[in-house]
């Protein structure tokens, strides 16, 4: 059964940092591309980053790019979401999900909430 | 990359049939075959209903149907079941420089 459980989300205060994780477990972790979507309180769902099964490739959506960085260790089969000079409008609940290719992502986990107050 | 273009709502009564739309440009979904709708009940996680503009997921009930025409794609959901009631979002691949585009939601209520 594929699982997915991110953590690190919290409150924090504008232009500070924060390291998103997500465990992955179920399935063959390396072999596929990962994504962080975030949905802001009460507003939709928006992708943030995707990053390839190898982890050569990123990518961002240019509301974060320069200040968020995704990588992945495939030895421990996580994901992680590193965030920087954080905004309030980037205070949403991130979640993880596993792709398929870029094509779409089939399992999400339940995602962590990021506060950004001061 | 614009977000793609979604009815804020739409309505059905149970047994009836529903269609969302979601419309963007030839640079997402007209460019490429691979739209993909979620549905998110309150409180909970997106759950995947349908990949690559038609085909369902397993375990996904073949009262979700997908379609494409154009710059616009379109769920449809036949045989509405108060289950259904949720929120439901487009996506489309957008290229290698922003794969992603989401439509802004759609809330399907069952009368």
């Known amino acids: 059964e594929v699982q997915l459980v991110e953590s690190g989300g919290g409150l924090i205060q504008p232009g500070g940092s924060l390291r998103l994780s997500c465990a992955a477990s179920g399935f063959t972790f390396s072999s596929y591309a990962m994504n962080w979507v975030r949905q802001a309180p009460g507003k939709g769902l928006e992708w943030v980053s995707a990053i390839s099964g190898s982890g050569v490739s990123t990518y961002y959506a240019d509301s974060v790019k320069g200040r968020f960085t995704i990588s992945r260790d495939n030895s421990k089969n996580t994901l992680y979401l590193q965030m920087s000079s954080l905004r309030a409008e980037d205070t949403a609940v991130y979640y993880c999900a596993k792709g398929n290719a870029l094509r779409y992502s089939d399992y999400w986990g339940q995602g962590t909430l990021v506060t950004v107050s001061s | 990359q614009s977000a793609l273009t979604q009815p804020r709502s739409v309505s059905g009564s149970p047994g009836q049939s529903v269609t969302i739309s979601c419309t963007g440009t030839?640079?997402?979904?007209?460019?490429?075959?691979?739209v993909s709708w979620y549905q998110q009940h309150p409180g909970k996680a997106p759950k995947l209903m349908i990949c690559d503009v038609t085909k369902r997921p397993s375990g996904v009930p073949d009262r979700f149907s997908g379609s494409k025409s154009g710059n616009t794609a379109s769920l449809t959901i036949s045989g509405l079941q108060a289950e259904d009631e949720a929120d439901y979002y487009c996506c489309s691949y957008a290229g290698t420089y922003t794969p992603w585009v989401f439509g802004g939601g759609t809330k399907l209520t069952v009368l």
């Open positions: 030839s640079s997402d979904v007209g460019g490429y075959n691979y």
